[in-house]
């Protein structure tokens, strides 16, 4: 027996597999057991009812798909009074996810959201197509500080502060969320892109710009992980481009304590309890009794050089 | 459960060959079928039959199924594609698509053979619905359009209700499924580009006597938005209900993702929904078309 458990602060997950925000629903419970997953993670919500952005909002391309969806719903009270409760039934912790273009609003949701059925709430402060300052604020290192000081203050549920892999630095800006108080980070959102189609010279997407969806991601976010691992002190969900179990391990041995799956599961609907059975074999097959000491346990401090590389290193 | 390791061996965890529905309690599954035959109907269609497990034999018209489409060129097809089912053979244990080999997803399908095994998820959306009361419908269907209500077809048939089908096509060769619905019975009427028959002045004089001999008790279209607003139009003043099956761009086909929308109008006020869960098939006066 392996022991997939794993603990994101004080949020006890049975296993590191979770779905990501936006490619997931209660919905999915048709075709798979949603109990078997780590977590649950709800679709963005913002305060006010939103239609999204125009049609058609996804379109392939060579490498993945690129979408921009505009975090369409019915507003936060509708959510808490019927969306939370469409979660509640299931046993995995609820992960409920907010976005704002104000910080005062921002607080002012986080607090409404912090409802007996809620687990954690997770900060898309990194949507995209929203502008730097009001919405995306994980492209600056202020910007992220005050929105989630403001959200730390607002509420006592574990705060995850998801990041935007299109920051210049974005060890700089994980630093200061775990500065401003999350609990955990999310890495990361999507990478911003663009489709023009040569048949008509027009952008693919109603809204022009999207957000691109790839395995191909999965080395930059990994990245990503990695090095920011090395700098914050609070655990890390990988999000971006897993497919396989294999990728699970790669995030955890770069430091995630779990990930976040989107994509894999549009490809394939019973994808995420798939990856978790991988995950299993693959930890028992090799005698690792818990999944959590595969967190960070890259071997990279005593790479082999070659003695003439060695040499011109002075070593 | 796969008793294999996986190491890499793999591209994705996903169902394997082999591997049975992991979920057979669930109402829609992720299954590895079997192609029995993928056969061209004319120069631009396909009809593909595949041996499929029980739960996907549940699927009803105007429902449909997602396609992991295998690549046509080498390169990647990263999104599902969706398709109605066509025809359901329970006593075969195989399920029907007829499709148009267009892009890369419906071309990568057309290379399928028979023996080879396709990833399909479904029985996915709400299909059509017949009510007791109607005694003989119109089914009016552009191109692949039909594909979507040969099934119904068969289902009001089934039923006892009476079938017009007007079958609408660019040229006469590409009239499709005719022999179907002459065979449930159906009185079949097409109309073409070439002679101008399917303009929608001659449709509409088709349907206003359909209505006047009392063959009309619901409309049903598929596949073109003029055809749509032809039937809207006559639907609302001769007081025909009618249904549509829509189409759009679609992600992950179970209402996640909020990819699929189009727009209705209900007691006028416009609202959008989500193709794959509150449809395919919709009240026909609430489509605004596209
Ligand atoms: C509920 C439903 C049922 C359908 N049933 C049938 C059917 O029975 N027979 C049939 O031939 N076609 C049907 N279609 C249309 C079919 O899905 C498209 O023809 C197909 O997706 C085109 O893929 P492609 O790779 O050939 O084209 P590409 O142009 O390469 O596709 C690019 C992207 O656009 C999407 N796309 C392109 N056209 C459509 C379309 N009309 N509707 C939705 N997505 C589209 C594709 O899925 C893909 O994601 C149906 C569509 C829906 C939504
Ligand atoms: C259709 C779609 C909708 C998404 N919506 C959201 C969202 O509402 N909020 C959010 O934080 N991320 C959203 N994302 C981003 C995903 O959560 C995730 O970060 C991204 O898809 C990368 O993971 P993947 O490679 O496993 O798909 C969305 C992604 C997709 C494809």
Same mark, same amino acid.
């Not at chain 1, 709430?121 to 919405?135: K, L, M, Q």
């Given at each position: 027996?392996?022991?997939?458990?794993?603990?994101?602060?004080?949020?006890?997950?049975?296993?590191?597999?979770?779905?990501?925000?936006?490619?997931?629903?209660?919905?999915?419970?048709?075709?798979?057991?949603?109990?078997r997953?780590?977590?649950?993670?709800?679709?963005?919500?913002?305060?006010?009812?939103?239609?999204?952005?125009?049609?058609?909002?996804?379109?392939?391309?060579?490498?993945?798909?690129?979408?921009?969806?505009?975090?369409?719903?019915?507003?936060?009270?509708?959510?808490?009074?019927?969306?939370?409760?469409?979660?509640?039934?299931?046993?995995p912790?609820?992960?409920?996810?907010?976005?704002?273009?104000?910080i005062?609003?921002?607080?002012?949701?986080s607090?409404?959201?912090?409802?007996?059925?809620?687990?954690?709430?997770?900060?898309?402060?990194?949507?995209?197509?929203?502008?730097?300052?009001?919405?995306?604020?994980?492209?600056?290192?202020?910007?992220?500080?005050?929105?989630?000081?403001?959200?730390?203050?607002?509420?006592?549920?574990?705060?995850?502060?998801?990041?935007?892999?299109?920051a210049?630095?974005?060890?700089?800006i994980?630093?200061?969320?775990?500065?401003?108080?999350?609990d955990?980070?999310?890495?990361a959102?999507?990478?911003?892109?663009?489709?023009i189609?040569?048949?008509?010279?027009?952008?693919?997407?109603g809204?022009?710009?999207?957000?691109?969806?790839?395995?191909?991601?999965?080395?930059?976010?990994?990245?990503?992980?990695?090095?920011?691992?090395?700098?914050?002190?609070?655990?890390?969900?990988g999000?971006?481009?897993?497919?396989?179990?294999?990728?699970?391990?790669?995030?955890?041995?770069a430091?995630?304590?779990?990930?976040?799956?989107?994509?894999?599961?549009?490809?394939?609907?019973?994808?995420?309890?798939?990856?978790?059975?991988?995950?299993?074999?693959?930890?028992?097959?090799?005698?690792?009794?818990?999944?959590?000491?595969?967190?960070?346990?890259v071997?990279?401090?005593?790479?082999?050089?070659?003695?003439?590389?060695?040499?011109?290193?002075?070593v | 459960?796969?008793?294999?390791a996986?190491?890499?061996?793999?591209?994705?965890?996903?169902?394997?060959?082999?591997?049975?529905?992991?979920?057979?309690?669930?109402?829609?599954?992720?299954?590895?079928?079997?192609?029995?035959?993928?056969?061209?109907?004319?120069?631009?269609?396909?009809?593909?039959?595949?041996?499929?497990?029980?739960?996907?034999?549940?699927?009803?018209?105007g429902?449909?199924?997602?396609?992991?489409?295998?690549?046509?060129?080498?390169?990647?097809?990263?999104?599902?594609?969706?398709?109605?089912?066509?025809n359901?053979d329970?006593?075969?244990?195989?399920?029907?698509?007829?499709?148009?080999?267009?892009?890369?997803?419906?071309?990568?399908?057309?290379t399928?053979?028979?023996?080879?095994?396709?990833?399909?998820?479904?029985?996915?959306?709400?299909?059509?619905?017949?009510?007791?009361?109607?005694?003989?419908?119109?089914?009016?269907?552009?191109?692949?359009?039909?594909?979507?209500?040969?099934?119904?077809?068969?289902?009001a048939?089934?039923?006892?209700?009476?079938?017009?089908?007007?079958?609408?096509?660019?040229?006469?060769?590409?009239?499709?499924?005719?022999?179907? @619905?002459?065979?449930? $019975? %159906?009185? !079949?009427?097409?109309? &073409?580009d070439?002679? =101008?028959?399917?303009?929608?002045s001659?449709?509409?004089?088709?349907?206003?006597?359909?209505?006047?001999?009392?063959?009309?008790?619901a409309?049903?279209?598929?596949?073109?938005?003029?055809?749509?607003?032809?039937?809207?139009t006559?639907g609302?003043?001769?007081?025909?209900?009618?249904?549509?099956?829509?189409?759009?761009?679609?992600?992950?086909?179970?209402?996640?993702?909020?990819?699929?929308?189009?727009? @209705?109008?209900?007691? $006028? %006020?416009q !609202?959008?929904?989500? &193709?794959?869960?509150? =449809?395919?098939?919709?009240?026909?006066?609430?489509?605004?078309?596209?």
């Open positions: 027996m392996v022991d997939l458990s794993v603990k994101i602060g004080d949020v006890i997950c049975q296993n590191p597999i979770q779905p990501a925000s936006g490619a997931f629903s209660w919905e999915y419970n048709d075709v798979i057991d949603l109990n997953l780590g977590a649950l993670v709800a679709k963005t919500i913002c305060r006010e009812p939103r239609l999204g952005n125009p049609t058609p909002r996804m379109a392939e391309t060579e490498a993945g798909i690129i979408q921009s969806i505009g975090l369409p719903g019915k507003g936060i009270d509708y959510f808490v009074e019927n969306i939370v409760p469409e979660y509640a039934r299931f046993k912790p609820l992960v409920v996810s907010v976005s704002s273009e104000s005062e609003d921002f607080a002012a949701l607090r409404e959201l912090s409802v007996p059925d809620v687990d954690v709430i997770e900060c898309n402060i990194s949507c995209p197509t929203r502008n730097t300052s009001g919405g995306n604020f994980a492209l600056q290192e202020e910007h992220t500080k005050e929105v989630m000081t403001a959200i730390r203050e607002a509420t006592d549920k574990p705060v995850w502060a998801k990041l935007s892999p299109n210049g630095d974005i060890v700089s994980a630093v200061a969320a775990e500065e401003a108080g999350a955990a980070l999310v890495i959102n999507t990478f911003l892109s663009l489709k189609r040569t048949d008509n010279f027009r952008p693919a997407l809204n022009k710009f999207g957000g691109m969806v790839s395995p191909a991601l999965k080395p930059i976010v990994l990245r990503m992980v990695y090095q920011v691992a090395k700098e914050v002190n609070i655990p890390i969900i999000v971006g481009g897993v497919t396989k179990a294999e990728d699970v391990v790669e995030y955890m041995l430091g995630a304590h779990a990930v976040g799956i989107g994509y894999a599961g549009f490809r394939n609907p019973t994808a995420l309890t798939t990856i978790i059975d991988d995950l299993e074999i693959w930890c028992d097959e090799r005698g690792i009794e818990r999944v959590t000491d595969l967190i960070g346990a071997k990279d401090d005593d790479m082999e050089m070659d003695p003439l590389v060695a040499a011109s290193h002075g | 459960m796969t008793n294999l996986p190491n890499e061996k793999y591209t994705n965890s996903a169902i394997r060959p082999g591997e049975p529905d992991p979920y057979p309690q669930k109402p829609v599954g992720e299954y590895i079928t079997d192609v029995v035959s993928n056969n061209w109907v004319n120069d631009e269609y396909k009809l593909m039959v595949l041996k499929a497990p029980e739960k996907a034999l549940t699927a009803y018209a429902q449909f199924f997602h396609l992991l489409c295998p690549s046509p060129d080498g390169a990647e097809v990263w999104m599902r594609r969706p398709m109605s089912v066509y359901v329970k006593s075969a244990g195989q399920i029907e698509f007829l499709y148009k080999c267009e892009g890369r997803g419906t071309k990568g399908m057309g399928l053979e028979a023996g080879d095994t396709f990833n399909v998820s479904g029985p996915l959306g709400i299909g059509f619905n017949l009510d007791p009361a109607w005694k003989n419908i119109v089914v009016l269907g552009r191109g692949v359009g039909l594909a979507t209500l040969a099934p119904l077809s068969l289902m048939a089934e039923n006892g209700v009476g079938v017009t089908a007007i079958l609408s096509a660019r040229k006469t060769e590409l009239v499709m499924s005719e022999d179907l @619905f002459k065979g449930i $019975g %159906a009185a !079949t009427i097409k109309v &073409v070439t002679d =101008g028959s399917s303009d929608v001659n449709v509409e004089k088709i349907l206003e006597g359909l209505i006047l001999n009392g063959k009309a008790d409309f049903f279209t598929c596949g073109s938005s003029r055809l749509l607003k032809l039937m809207q006559l609302k003043s001769h007081g025909v209900p009618g249904q549509v099956a829509m189409e759009q761009i679609m992600v992950c086909g179970f209402g996640a993702c909020y990819v699929c929308m189009r727009t @209705f109008e209900v007691d $006028g %006020a !609202t959008l929904r989500r &193709v794959c869960r509150e =449809g395919p098939v919709f009240n026909m006066q609430e489509a605004v078309g596209w």
